[in-house]
C-alpha cells in the first residue's frame, strides 16, 4: 500500500501529486530534497522511494531537475535540505565514495576515461574494499593482496564477456567511442555489487542496435534482483523497460505511475508541451 506526496505547484495550476511512498521494501529513499543555485530552485523538496528490486524509471523536461537530484542523492552536490536513505542507512551529506561503500553506485551522462589505462585496469578501479588499497597489508598479508586481485581481475573478464566487450580489454580506454566507454562503464559499476544502480542517459548518443543491447543487459540483470533507477530522455526505451516512472517537473514530483498511466496524463503532456521537450 503506497501514499502520495502531495505537492501543489504554479506552473500553469498544475496539481503535483508527489510519488508513491511508504513501500514495502525500498532500497533508496529521499526526504524533502532541496537545492538551489543562486536564485534558481533545482530540486524543490523530491521525495521519491526506489523498490527493492525495481527498475524506476525518471523522466521530465529539460531542466526538471533529474540531473541535480542524481548528483544530490549520489554525494556530488551538498544539500540545502533533506535526507537520503541507502538500505535504511542515511547518507545524507556523505562523499560519494561513502554513499558507494553503502551500496549505491552512478555512472553519468558521459562517461569519463580514464587517462592512461587499459580498458582491464579501468574495470579494477571500480572494486570495492580491496586489501591491497592499503599499504599495511601489501608487507603481512600479501597472499591474500595476490588472490583478492586474482578475483577481481576474473569478476572484470566475466563482466566485459557479460557485456559482450571483452575483445576490448587490453585497448586504452582513451581510444573507445562514445558507445563502448557507456558499456565499459557500466560494466565496471557491477564490479562494486551495488544494491541500487543510478544510471543517468544510459542510451544518449549511442545508435538504435547498441541501445537495445543495454536495455537487453538492464532485463537481464534485473531478473537476476538488480535494481535500477533510470534517467532518460528516450521515451520508447523507458516506457518499454521501466515500471514505475517518476516524473519530474519544475523541480517537484509532479506524479508516479505505470508507463501507461504516464503516457495518458495530461499534466505530464502540459509539462513537456510548455516546457524544452524531451
Given at each position: 500500500m503506497t501514499e502520495h506526496a502531495g505537492q501543489t505547484g504554479s506552473h500553469e495550476d498544475m496539481t503535483y501529486e508527489g510519488a508513491n511512498l511508504g513501500k514495502s521494501d525500498p532500497v533508496l529513499r529521499t526526504e524533502d530534497?532541496?537545492?538551489?543555485f543562486g536564485g534558481l530552485v533545482a530540486t524543490d523538496g523530491v521525495s521519491v522511494e526506489v523498490e527493492r528490486g525495481s527498475i524506476t524509471g525518471m523522466i521530465g523536461p529539460n531542466g526538471a531537475g533529474k540531473s541535480t537530484l542524481f548528483n544530490l542523492?549520489?554525494?556530488f552536490y551538498d544539500l540545502d535540505g533533506g535526507r537520503v536513505w541507502v538500505n535504511d542507512t542515511e547518507v545524507t551529506e556523505k562523499e560519494p565514495h561513502e554513499t558507494a561503500q553503502s551500496g549505491l553506485i552512478r555512472t553519468f551522462q558521459t562517461p569519463r576515461r580514464l587517462e592512461g589505462m587499459t580498458v582491464r585496469e579501468a574495470m579494477l578501479v571500480g572494486a570495492?574494499?580491496?586489501t591491497g588499497?592499503?599499504?599495511?597489508?601489501l608487507?603481512?598479508?600479501?597472499?591474500k593482496v595476490t588472490r583478492e586481485e586474482r578475483a577481481n581481475v576474473e569478476r572484470a573478464e566475466r563482466l566485459l564477456e557479460r557485456f559482450e566487450i571483452a575483445h576490448l580489454i587490453d585497448q586504452p580506454s582513451t581510444d573507445?567511442?562514445?558507445?563502448?566507454?557507456k558499456l565499459?562503464?557500466?560494466?565496471?559499476?557491477?564490479?562494486?555489487?551495488p544494491d541500487v544502480m543510478l544510471l543517468d542517459e544510459p542510451v544518449a548518443g549511442v545508435n538504435p542496435t547498441l541501445a537495445n543491447d543495454i536495455k537487453r543487459f538492464i532485463r537481464e540483470l534485473n531478473e537476476e534482483g538488480q535494481t535500477f533507477l533510470i534517467i532518460e530522455h528516450d521515451m520508447?526505451?523507458?516506457?518499454?523497460?521501466?515500471?514505475?516512472?517518476i516524473v519530474l517537473d519544475q523541480g517537484k514530483v509532479l506524479m508516479e505511475g505505470t508507463p501507461d498511466e504516464v503516457r495518458s496524463d495530461q499534466r505530464v503532456i502540459d509539462a513537456y508541451l510548455g516546457g524544452a521537450g524531451p
Open positions: 530534497l532541496r537545492k538551489t542523492i549520489s554525494g570495492k574494499g580491496q588499497e592499503s599499504i599495511l597489508p608487507w603481512l598479508s600479501p597472499s573507445l567511442s562514445g558507445g563502448q566507454l565499459v562503464e557500466l560494466a565496471r559499476a557491477f564490479t562494486a555489487d520508447p526505451f523507458i516506457m518499454d523497460l521501466a515500471d514505475p516512472v
